[in-house]
């Protein structure tokens, strides 16, 4: 291969945009096509810190090239899983990738009068017309691509946290109903089969917790680290239970903000670290529950 074609993404980048349509498409993964901007932001918040552990923690090597290397692709895949959910929106809420190129594209151009002179029209963000223009030209491609693309990889690019995927929000096409009730796979199963593929590809995690970025906030440190515990069948957490309906979500997740905040607060009057606290916590919880991967 030569050094020409390396440096030229656009084929490589339709390849990601091809396997990403797919596996969100009826018959592809179940769990990607379920998720929605919000259920994806825990993992935007983690890949960036195993960004930030990777760049810290590593010497300049082979070895960190190719964390960087894997951990930005995966930055990479969550402003891809985005900008197709946001294919699927309607209306006012729809955008695609092309539309998130232009945007931080024109931004670049806009605050850098100095390196581009005279092209403020370039600068510009598109309107929202061209906006749509381009939107729904990429949707055509993707049409007219649909049978090409059917032959990407199947496998899933995320792993499920929790039992039940989340549901798709107003204003966007839910994922097909009918492909998901032909899914064999149960979410144990896509687990179990998430966690070989891990071990295959990493094989130096041979302990219950590692791989979580250490760096983690102390709030995301605790949820992955209870995650990562429920799936190597540690018996100190609460079993998964049943994902409570959009409408019960909202009313639980503002009474847990409420009973968090209320900590922080009195723990704030005494001046007491919260998220020290937390993340010593954690620490505890980690250290006292770790052990060799079994399985």
Not at 148 to 166: N, R
Not at 217 to 226: H, N, R, S, T, V
Not at 254 to 281: F, H, N, Y
């Amino acid at each position: 291969m030569s050094a020409e074609d390396r440096t030229a993404p656009g084929p490589r980048f339709e390849r990601l945009l091809e396997v990403m349509d797919r596996l969100r498409s009826p018959g592809g993964c179940p769990w990607d096509a379920a998720q929605t901007h919000e259920s994806l932001l825990r993992y935007l918040v983690e890949e960036a810190y195993e960004v930030v552990e990777a760049v810290e923690t590593l010497e300049p090597s082979l070895r960190r090239r190719d964390e960087l290397v894997e951990e930005l692709g995966d930055v990479l895949l969550q402003v891809v899983f985005h900008a197709r959910i946001g294919q699927e929106h309607t209306g006012e809420e729809h955008f695609d990738v092309s539309d998130v190129i232009d945007a931080v594209t024109a931004k670049l151009i806009r605050r850098h009068p100095q390196v581009f002179p005279g092209n403020e029209a370039a600068g510009r963000e598109p309107a929202a017309g061209d906006a749509a223009t381009s939107s729904a030209t990429q949707d055509a491609a993707l049409t007219d691509g649909a049978e090409a693309s059917s032959s990407a990889s199947g496998a899933g690019v995320a792993a499920p946290d929790t039992a039940t995927p989340s549901t798709t929000p107003p204003g966007a096409v839910p994922p097909d109903t009918a492909a998901l009730a032909r899914a064999t796979a149960s979410s144990a199963e896509l687990s179990a089969r998430w966690d070989a593929v891990k071990r295959d590809e990493k094989p130096h995690r041979t302990r219950i917790f590692d791989g979580i970025p250490p760096s983690l906030p102390a709030l995301a440190y605790g949820e992955k680290a209870f995650s990562k515990a429920r799936r190597h069948g540690v018996s100190a957490v609460t079993p998964v239970q049943e994902e409570p309906t959009a409408g019960q979500r909202e009313a639980e997740e503002r009474e847990l903000g409420d009973r968090l905040l209320a900590l922080v607060e009195t723990g704030s009057a005494r001046g007491l670290d919260a998220e020290r606290a937390l993340r010593g916590a954690v620490r505890r919880f980690v250290r006292e529950n770790d052990g060799p991967v079994t399985g």
